[in-house]
């Protein structure tokens, strides 16, 4: 009996727990499909495929980017940072004094030779003869060569003994005598009866006679002027859009034409206009440096300073020559001369091989002052000649 209820209550069990599990099996399975929902939804949606989760679990390749992704900047770059401003221009005072240095470094050859040979204890006439070849390569030329070369001998006799303090100041004050000159050394910048001063810049090309219209401007806007540049210079392409950058940078009116080999006289006519209605100050005018002949070369110019004349008077009319060319740039200013009444010399380029002595030469040749110097590559390196700072930087004092 106790072995039959035993039996009994094993098979309860046993059926018991077949049926529970299969009566709480889908409340379970629906449980935790329900929890994991709920921890989806706390975390955030479920995964696509493009999210490299494959429907079944896995992890399936990421969809290929379109045409619009392909082509979108992945990089941001700053913007262009803005153009510069019109520039000011530094003053010309002292100009000449703080470029010396420049000045002295490719003189000093020419100075330290004469100081050495006048130095020497006894000065006979092969010693004289070779002060006088110094200065003929120099560029001073034969005439002035040999009239200093009299005026040193000349003093050395009459002083007797010489220190080297001494010979430095006699050769210093001759110098300067040769450089010196009556005529005035300053530029017509200022308005007359109401109108601009009127420069021509006159020139072969090559010497840097644009460039030398552009640092000019510079110049005078730097001291306060208003400046309008005319580019006459219409045989030469380049020549405007050079003197057109040179103005944008300071800030100067350019008047230029629009047609190729275009009449200079009629744009340095518009230029004078321009001046005038303007009110500037000065109107600075770039010639043509080359044309066929030479004939023409001198005919155009004749021709430019003609019109001009017509609403008002030239100023100034500055010959640029390469003070490299020595005594060629000599033969170049004596066609100018006999064409346009050359005013001043702007002698560019002596700071390289050039040797001092060209302005003695060309003063004398042209019986016109060397107004200007060019000593160097920058846009400020166009200076007032100064006679004392030039001659103490041929000397290295």
């Not at 005598?177 to 601009?196: C, D, F, K, N, Y």
């Not at 303007?278 to 110019?301: F, P, Y």
């Not at 008002?312 to 060319?325: G, Q």
Request: glycine share 10%.
């Amino acid at each position: 009996m106790i072995a039959y209820i035993i039996l009994i209550v094993v098979v309860a069990v046993l059926l018991l727990g077949v049926g529970g599990t299969m009566l709480l099996r889908p409340r379970g399975m629906h449980g935790v499909r329900r929890g994991r929902a709920q921890e989806l939804d706390l975390t955030g949606p479920l995964p696509k495929a493009s999210d490299n989760t494959s429907p079944g679990g896995g992890t399936a390749t990421a969809a290929p980017p379109s045409a619009a992704d392909l082509l979108a900047p992945t990089t941001q770059y700053p913007e262009a940072p803005p153009r510069p401003g019109v520039e000011k221009p530094p003053p010309s005072a002292g100009r000449m004094v703080r470029l010396r240095a420049r000045l002295a470094r490719s003189q000093s050859g020419f100075g330290s030779a004469l100081l050495a040979l006048l130095s020497r204890d006894r000065l006979d006439d092969d010693t004289w003869d070779e002060i006088e070849e110094v200065l003929i390569t120099a560029d001073v030329g034969v005439t002035p060569a040999r009239q200093m070369t009299s005026d040193l001998r000349t003093r050395v006799k009459v002083e007797g003994a010489r220190t080297p303090d001494e010979v430095r100041a006699m050769l210093r004050s001759e110098l300067l005598a040769q450089v010196e000159t009556e005529a005035s050394r300053s530029l017509r910048t200022q308005r007359h009866e109401g109108r601009p001063a009127v420069m021509l810049v006159v020139g072969v090309n090559g010497t840097g006679k644009t460039t030398t219209c552009g640092k000019l401007a510079r110049a005078l806007i730097g001291d306060g002027e208003t400046v309008v540049l005319g580019a006459a210079d219409t045989f030469r392409a380049a020549a405007a859009d050079q003197l057109q950058t040179w103005g944008e940078r300071v800030g100067a009116k350019v008047v230029r034409s629009d047609k190729e080999q275009a009449d200079p006289a009629s744009v340095a006519f518009d230029a004078v206009s321009v001046g005038i209605e303007q009110e500037a100050d000065v109107v600075l005018i770039d010639t043509a440096g080359r044309l066929h002949t030479k004939n023409d070369l001198m005919d155009e110019l004749g021709k430019v300073k003609r019109v001009i004349e017509k609403r008002t008077a030239v100023d100034e009319v500055l010959l640029v020559l390469d003070a490299t060319t020595g005594q060629n740039g000599l033969r170049q200013a004596r066609v100018f001369a006999e064409v346009v009444d050359v005013t001043g010399i702007v002698l560019t380029k002596l700071d390289g091989t050039a040797k001092g002595g060209i302005v003695i030469a060309v003063q004398r040749e042209l019986g016109v002052p060397v107004k200007l110097v060019g000593l160097g590559e920058g846009p400020d390196d166009l200076a007032p000649f100064d006679p004392a700072a030039f001659v103490d930087a041929i000397l290295g004092s």
